[in-house]
């Protein structure tokens, strides 16, 4: 189809599309909720977990600070034997079986990332780690005390943190 062509005094048609009724407005679709920030757990769920960070208000005799050298830090975890049933040809017998005994309890090391400052305090080389339970410590110390790393004196603990210094001094130059 081709256009008419229009001299200067002729108007064209009306448009149909001016008296068209106007579109309904079309609602802006609905924002995608951001994500909830992750959060630490409450400070209920905080306490059940093992204290590392001196975070409960307890008497200093039932806690002691922990100095590690181990880059990486450890776990301290505790076990008790318990007989449990093994299938054998002739049968069952009972065997002695290492079974968990307490929480996990993560002992800060040395390492850090380049550029960031370190999790905890670090004296002449050892990590501190704070508010360990007594116990759970010395059941632990207890268990490992052939273990080299006790041996060689790259963990030790005590109640408070000027003798934890001293040692660290006198420790300085074990690897």
Same mark, same amino acid.
């Not at 959060?39 to 204290?51: L, Y």
């Not at 100095?67 to 034997?81: D, E, F, H, S, T």
């Given at each position: 189809?081709?256009k ?5 005094k #002729?108007?064209?048609?009306? %448009? ?12 802006p #679709?609905?924002?995608? @909720?951001?994500?909830a920030?992750?959060r630490?757990p409450?400070a =209920? ?7 590392? +960070? ?5 008497s200093? =005799? =039932? $806690?002691?600070?922990? #100095?590690?050298?181990?880059p990486n830090?450890?776990? !301290?975890?505790?076990y +008790? ?9 002739a049968?069952?017998?009972m ?5 968990? %005994? ?9 390492a850090?990332?380049h550029? &960031?400052a370190?999790?905890c305090?670090?004296?002449?080389g050892f990590?501190i780690?704070?508010g360990?339970?007594?116990e ?5 110390l207890?268990?490992?005390k %052939? ?6 004196? !790259?963990? &030790?603990?005590?109640?408070d943190?000027e003798?934890?210094? @001293?040692?660290a001094? %006198?420790?300085?130059?074990? $690897?």
């Amino acid at each position: 189809m081709t256009k008419p062509k229009l001299s200067g005094k #002729a108007k064209p048609a009306a %448009d149909k599309t001016k008296n068209a009724p106007a579109p309904a407005p079309v609602a802006p #679709a609905p924002k995608a @909720e951001k994500p909830a920030p992750r959060r630490r757990p409450a400070a =209920s769920a905080r306490a059940a977990a093992p204290a590392t +960070r001196g975070a409960e208000k307890a008497s200093s =005799s =039932s $806690f002691v600070s922990v #100095a590690c050298k181990v880059p990486n830090g450890i776990m !301290l975890q505790n076990y +008790r034997m318990v007989d449990a049933p093994e299938a054998a040809p002739a049968g069952t017998r009972m065997v002695k079986k290492a079974e968990k %005994d307490g929480p996990a309890i993560r002992i800060h090391g040395t390492a850090r990332r380049h550029g &960031f400052a370190p999790r905890c305090p670090i004296v002449m080389g050892f990590a501190i780690t704070k508010g360990v339970p007594i116990e759970h410590w010395e059941r632990w110390l207890k268990a490992n005390k %052939d273990s080299a790393i006790v041996k060689n004196g !790259l963990i &030790f603990a005590n109640p408070d943190m000027e003798s934890v210094r @001293e040692e660290a001094r %006198d420790n300085r130059k074990q $690897f």
